[in-house]
């Protein structure tokens, strides 16, 4: 049964190209499988166009129309076409990850947005949340994998842009 859009030994090869891997690089094997499952777990919680491509499987992705070619010469479909997971889902399911072990908290980033204001003896500051992220009002707490599955999700009706002159 997969747990995770992508493998950790995948995942390593992902983080190989990117700066900043840090937490990546000192978690154990099972944090990062840990973190990997999470992430699967945030974007499987995202309202996501279409429909799974085998009403049976476990997670949300692969979707119908999802189509690649199966390259594995051991699969009795090699060279068809089958359904499979985006590069860009499990990407996004990597960016979730090394966020989730930097340290970063869905809910409590999503908490901070209902907080207006802060203070300390006579010293305030205001925070405007007219203009919520939608990313982390999603529970997303990569805006990076945001990117990535922005195109996957249904009713998104995209950033709203104000001018204050």
Known sequence: MAEAYITVADAQIYFQSKLQTAAWDRATFDQQQ?????????????KLTGSKADRDQVLRFPRMHQLAEDTDPLSPTFGELIPTVPNDVKEACCDIAIALLQGVDPTHEYNLLSRQVHGYATTRQQKDTSMVEPHIAAGVPSLDAWKKLVKYLRDYQGFSLVRDS
Do not use: G, N
């Open 34 to 46: 840990k973190s990997l499952y999470e992430a699967t777990r945030i974007i499987d919680a995202l």
